[in-house]
């Protein structure tokens, strides 16, 4: 019998997206407003999903403790008031996009975890786009 544990959290992030190797004109023409070069800002909730079977003896899946500092110290502190595109080497030649973010901490996340236990990342870059990633 597996169960979810589905842990909440937030971080303000900048960024800009286009392409270093394309021309201004077709990085506005792709990413439009996004490629403003004067970088701009996003309120990101994350949702973190663990699944596996429940421990007998805790009632655990995981502990929401352990998965929250996880989180604190892979994610928050690494992004959190960060401009994406200039302080955070995953992104030094990766376009920040919600997609490639919700893959950047998936693959931080998940080395952390059990081996049996799944992880799927929900990041909302608004409240009306969000994106989803489970490592498949
Ligand atoms: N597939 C993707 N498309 C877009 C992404 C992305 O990460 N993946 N990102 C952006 C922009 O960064 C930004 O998120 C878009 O802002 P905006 O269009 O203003 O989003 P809103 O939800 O505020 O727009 P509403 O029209 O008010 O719903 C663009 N595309
Ligand atoms: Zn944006």
Redesign the pocket.
């Known amino acids: 019998m597996k169960v979810t544990v589905h842990r909440k959290a937030h971080f303000n992030a900048a960024?800009r997206?286009y392409r270093k190797d394309w021309p201004f004109e077709k990085n506005e023409e792709v990413f439009g407003k996004?490629n403003n070069p004067q970088y701009h800002g996003?309120n990101y909730e994350l949702i973190a999903s663990v699944t596996g079977e429940i421990d007998q003896e805790t009632g655990f899946v995981m502990d929401v403790k352990i998965l929250k500092d996880l989180i604190k110290s892979e994610v928050e502190d690494a992004f959190d008031h960060k401009n994406l595109n200039e302080q955070v080497p995953e992104f030094e030649n990766l376009n920040p996009?919600?997609?490639n973010i919700a893959v950047v901490i998936w693959n931080k996340l998940k080395p952390k975890l059990k081996e049996d236990h799944q992880l799927e990342i929900t990041l909302y870059?608004?409240?009306?786009?969000f994106?989803t990633y489970k490592g498949e």
């Open positions: 960024h997206l996004c996003h996009t919600a997609e870059e608004t409240p009306r786009n994106v």
